[in-house]
């Protein structure tokens, strides 16, 4: 006999499914994926394709060895090989990038209970893991089409550098997928316009970044198309899974990722903190829920009777 569980009303049912948002998530992130390939060469498509591999892999043997149902159709395996693939330099050795998509799908996502019951962003924390692990592999960049190599991306560079055009389209250094603000935007437009995302939570986390840097005399257009924040705001911060649920929590939730960042970049010894900010609010995800969940209708605050 099948179990039937019952739950409270209202009943709602959508015809969006995982796989479905998944696919929608995977076509917003091709464009700025491709043209990294192209700035960047063939080692690049090497590395996204390691990625995707290693991660839906890792997913498969892990739920074979557990004889737990197949969910490598979600596709959500998918989604994080290539964001974490867009998030490492063309440089990188491909076992490094092999050892990063395990670490995604086995440790922070499979070992808490797979989709929807991890607590931090699968590609945020296995970026972290390889920056500590390997810092020297993970902050060499190539020069687009070029075999110059270098790690002086925008937000290391001296203001000035960079003129805003190759800014906002991405003709920088820097990890694969993450140089041109240009075609993330037009990948969060899709997501926004399949509802698939929020605006908020970009839109906080970048207004942010730039307000602050703007008040602080730093340069504004490599705080905000220079480095990763485009792909981290728009495809990583969103994620449904380690983000609030209500529009207060996704508000909070920008801020504060748009503040640590700032912070980290302003008084911290690295140029970039866009996966540590994001990370950080990960963890706090539970709380800003808690505190910003709409009262239901009719029920009354516990508290003591008077006669």
């Given amino acids: 006999m ?11 049912r959508h015809s969006d499914t995982t796989a479905g948002i998944m696919l929608d998530v995977i076509i917003a992130l091709c464009p700025a994926a491709i043209y990294g390939c192209i ?4 080692k690049a498509a090497a590395i996204l394709l390691v990625c995707v591999v290693t991660a839906v ?4 043997l892990w739920n074979k060895a557990l004889k737990k149902p197949n969910s490598i159709g979600d596709f959500s395996a998918v989604v994080t090989g290539l964001l974490l693939g867009m998030n490492l330099p063309s440089t ?4 490094v990038a092999a ?3 395990v670490v995604a799908i ?6 808490f209970g797979g989709i929807g019951h991890n607590f931090a962003n699968p590609a945020i924390a296995a970026r972290i893991v390889l920056l500590v692990s390997f810092p020297g592999k993970m902050t060499s960049f190539l020069e687009p089409v070029s075999d110059t190599v270098t790690s002086a991306t925008p937000l290391a560079a001296e203001a000035g550098t960079y003129s805003a055009k190759m800014l906002f389209f991405g003709m920088h250094s820097g990890s694969i997928g993450e140089t041109s603000a240009f075609l993330l935007l037009v990948g969060g437009a899709y997501l926004i316009i399949r509802r698939v995302i929020s605006p908020i939570i970009p839109l906080c986390f970048i207004g942010t970044v730039g307000i602050l840097t703007l008040v602080s005399g730093g340069d504004i257009l490599s705080a905000i198309f220079g480095g990763g924040i485009m792909l ?3 495809f990583m ?3 449904y899974s380690t983000s609030p649920i209500t529009a207060k929590g996704k508000l909070i939730f920008g801020i504060g990722c748009g503040l640590i960042t700032f912070i980290i970049r302003k008084f911290g010894a690295m140029p970039e903190g866009v996966s540590y900010a994001i990370l950080l609010m990960n963890i706090l995800v539970p709380y800003i829920n808690r505190f910003t969940l709409n009262r239901p209708f009719g029920k009354r605050k516990v508290g003591r009777h008077h006669a």
């Fill in 2 to 12: 099948e179990k039937l569980t019952v739950s409270s009303s209202p009943h709602l």
């Fill in 39 to 42: 700035l960047f060469g063939l």
């Fill in 57 to 60: 892999l890792a997913e498969f």
């Fill in 92 to 95: 990188v050795p491909l076992w």
């Fill in 99 to 101: 050892i990063g998509s």
């Fill in 106 to 111: 086995i440790v922070v996502k499979q070992m």
């Fill in 232 to 234: 981290g705001a728009v």
């Fill in 237 to 239: 911060a969103t994620d």
